[in-house]
């Protein structure tokens, strides 16, 4: 970490509210306290403050690669930062292969699976858990579809905070494996992700933890956003001309564009990536929503790609702004694409997505089909959790191993190897 970095209260200014523009000083507020649950907040710093701790040189000589090395744009005291599970530093690999195949100039992946326990989630639930423990926290909550549930358990678990997690029926079940282990009480909501997240709300506020949900707690997207300043970081500050990233809540790719927005205010970069939102066609409230002029009407969450089949998201202001103000846009991809995907990606890079996880990847191929990225563009796309959280699915698209009898005869016979 580095020892000059400013205190929280001269780095962050405070919050500014997404609908009514009010700014507030207060650094812990959830939600803007006129609007209420609408009114999502964003994080506000003195860029000036920070230009002289993050400067490209600094970043250079830091060996720290956790997320923690972009402590000045983080909304922490960032005391006990190094006490934490290594979040970060995960890698970005070119793919040469399918940028050849699909007539890109460049492709890369950037494998967020490799998180401490699996999925960019760890980046949101990191900086959160730190928080609640800087403010004197002694449980922390949220709903989730799996990963920010698992992820807030892991890093609870490393800090020894207790944790309640609320998850809706059809959470797969290394997710719920992963939960247990790290000792949350698990409350599996009979119903949808909706009536989750309901619940979790109602006893957040009846018991008084710190609520860690995603759409709501403006800390998320702050984390989340050490992906985009990894990926200019690892790619020399020169950004793709596209970052790619697959959309339930919203907060993901908020916070995709908050990194971008970020480091060009900070005059690191010098244009901000076209950012693709993508989602399954199960399940695809922001696509529809893009072209409803932002009008969001709840949908069925009717995907396989559990961690994205969110009907009612708790981030629409930011996740539609990302694409807008970026000048990027909104594709969705069926089920068979995404298991499609799953395969690709695994054959031809080695990396094992969840459904969720390859999503973005398939909604590039998709946006190239549709004439969207053009041939010879740059192409980032963020892989966002690992296939090993749901073997189910990973089954269901790789099919299965060939049984036989164990002779050199039988294998011979088989035809599995051609
Ligand atoms: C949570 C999640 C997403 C989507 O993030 P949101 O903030 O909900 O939009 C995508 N992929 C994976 C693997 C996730 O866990
Ligand atoms: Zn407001």
Redesign the pocket.
Known sequence: MNQNTATLRERVTGAT??????HYTDLDLLT????GEK?ILDITFDYDVIRKSLTREMLKSNPDKTIWRYLPLLPVEGTDAGRMLQIGGTPLYRSERLEKAWGLGALYIKDDGLNPTGSLKDRASGVAVLRAHELGYETISCSSTGNAASSCAGNAARLGLKTVIFVPERAPEGKLAQLLIFGAKVVSVIGDYKATFDLSKAAIEHYGWYNRNAGINPVMSEGKKTVSLEIAEQLNFEPTDWVACSVGDGCTIGGVYTGFKDLYELGLISRIPRILGVQSTGCQPFVDAAKADGVLIPAEENTLADSIAVGVPRNPVKALRAPKASGGTWISVSDEDILDMMRELGRNEGVFGEPAGVTATAGVKAAIAAGIIGKGETVTTISTGSGLKDVRNALLAAGKPTRLEPSLAALEASGLLG
């Not at 803007?32 to 609007?35: G, I, T």
């Open positions: 509210c997404t609908l009514c523009r009010k803007c306290p006129s609007c009114g």
